[in-house]
């Protein structure tokens, strides 16, 4: 009787980012309103969201806290600020598909962020790596069952 063949797996830190990755995250133009944001993470039930110009172009990423905390006084009909305004004086670092998992965790830890956006070599938004993302492939749970657990991944089209 001969052992049971194992399939030889890269450790956790080589695996290419495109097999960890939220694809077609759901994103918010660098015009939208710090209103039109909150109302899409909170329907997706995310707490992160990229910001990309019509083009798809990656610009930035806006996470729940910073939009809480810039939330202006007084309901919805004032929060009507772009949420290009809080991209600036932030670290808005990207990684490629085939980079290795590896690199964001490097791009986490030097940026103090809890997400990194995936891009194209033309800086096209791919995906969204989170913290989560990343203790789910160390966990060794499938992408697929991550995202039956977390539905952030979906794409949403503007209004």
Do not use: C, F
């Given at each position: 009787?001969?052992?049971?063949?194992?399939?030889?797996?890269?450790?956790?830190?080589?695996?290419?980012?495109?097999?960890?990755?939220?694809?077609?995250?759901?994103?918010?133009?660098?015009?939208?309103?710090?209103?039109?944001?909150?109302d899409l993470m909170?329907?997706?039930?995310?707490?992160?969201?990229?910001?990309?110009?019509?083009?798809?172009?990656?610009?930035?990423?806006?996470?729940?806290?910073?939009?809480?905390?810039?939330?202006?006084?007084?309901?919805?009909?004032?929060?009507?600020?772009?949420?290009?305004?809080?991209?600036?004086?932030?670290?808005?670092?990207?990684?490629?598909?085939?980079?290795?998992?590896?690199?964001?965790?490097?791009?986490?830890?030097?940026?103090?962020?809890?997400?990194?956006?995936?891009?194209?070599?033309?800086?096209?938004?791919?995906?969204?790596?989170?913290?989560?993302?990343?203790?789910?492939?160390?966990?060794?749970?499938?992408?697929?069952?991550?995202?039956?657990?977390?539905?952030?991944?979906s794409r949403v089209?503007?209004?």
């Amino acid at each position: 009787m001969s052992a049971p063949t194992q399939t030889h797996r890269p450790p956790i830190t080589e695996t290419p980012v495109k097999e960890v990755m939220a694809p077609g995250p759901a994103t918010v133009a660098p015009t939208d309103s710090l209103h039109r944001a909150w109302d899409l993470m909170s329907r997706l039930g995310v707490h992160h969201l990229p910001v990309a110009e019509p083009d798809g172009r990656y610009r930035g990423m806006i996470d729940t806290a910073t939009l809480a905390a810039s939330w202006p006084g007084g309901g919805p009909a004032h929060a009507q600020t772009p949420v290009a305004a809080l991209l600036a004086g932030r670290r808005h670092p990207r990684v490629r598909p085939d980079d290795p998992v590896a690199a964001v965790a490097v791009a986490m830890l030097h940026s103090a962020v809890h997400a990194v956006a995936v891009t194209s070599e033309n800086g096209r938004i791919l995906g969204i790596v989170t913290a989560h993302d990343l203790i789910g492939a160390l966990a060794g749970v499938s992408r697929d069952l991550m995202s039956a657990h977390h539905p952030g991944g979906s794409r949403v089209e503007p209004e």
